[in-house]
């Protein structure tokens, strides 16, 4: 999962069971970012935009309901592209998906009441929002499992055509911004979750997820030094008596 050196830094070696704690905690955390932004009603990421859009086009479908719908066509671009190296383990990314769809409906549920008139706090909970989602970002990195489906079509064409991971992601999440846009001009009048919100949220995570790279290094290092003084002076001890 971790597409960068800085990323293997942080994977968590540990046991298997251990690790899918983590990846659910930060399946649950992640939804409840995207909840709280959609609660904010100044904007969210491309992918959310496009499938809140769709709840107002069909409101029968939840939003969680779309969202697997777009990872399972995803998956099917996957082996579109992938061809012969379209393997069947790839299959498992749905069951992610499907607890991610299922704690974003969740989530929503419980943040339905959330609203504000004023644009200060609708700001401050938007910056909250991200922060709660790229946490749930950092953990589901940390945790080194399955690769979500929209992830695994965008490390497909990553490892197929030789660009850049990021350029990659930027190209899709751009496209999914105007789909959702066309999508909004065609049926509803106009777009209606792409606004400032959007552009930061591309912005915040990022550096969100920087400032946990950072701050999990800091521990790590504190957390060894304070061992390694522990037992040289364990070692001194024993020395002396």
């Not at 086009?57 to 579109?80: A, C, D, H, I, K």
């Not at 959330?114 to 709660?132: E, S, T, W």
């Not at 550096?207 to 504190?222: E, H, M, N, P, V």
Request: overall charge positive; hydrophobic content about 50%.
């Amino acid at each position: 999962m971790a597409h960068h050196a800085r990323e293997a830094e942080v994977i968590d070696t540990g046991s298997l069971q251990r690790r899918w704690i983590t990846y659910i905690i930060g399946i649950y955390i992640l939804t409840m970012g995207i909840s709280l932004a959609i609660r904010a009603g100044i904007g969210i990421s491309p992918q959310s935009s496009l499938t809140r859009t769709m709840t107002l086009v069909y409101p029968r479908l939840s939003q969680g309901t779309y969202n697997f719908m777009l990872e399972l066509f995803m998956l099917f671009l996957t082996y579109l592209a992938a061809r012969k190296d379209f393997e069947l383990k790839n299959f498992a990314s749905l069951i992610p998906a499907f607890v991610l769809a299922t704690c974003l409906d969740l989530n929503l549920m419980l943040t339905r009441s959330i609203g504000f008139q004023d644009y200060l706090p609708k700001f401050f909970l938007l910056v909250f929002a991200d922060a709660l989602l790229a946490f749930g970002l950092f953990l589901m990195i940390r945790a080194n499992l399955v690769l979500m489906p929209i992830d695994m079509f965008v490390n497909t064409l990553f490892k197929r055509t030789g660009l850049r991971w990021g350029d990659i992601k930027t190209s899709f999440d751009c496209t999914l911004l105007i789909i959702s846009a066309v999508i909004g001009f065609a049926l509803l009048g106009g777009p209606r979750f792409i606004r400032e919100g959007t552009f930061m949220n591309a912005i915040l995570v990022g550096q969100y997820i920087k400032l946990y790279f950072f701050l999990f290094q800091k521990i790590k290092t504190t957390i060894a030094s304070y061992h390694r003084r522990s037992l040289e002076q364990e070692s001194y001890s024993r020395q002396r008596f």
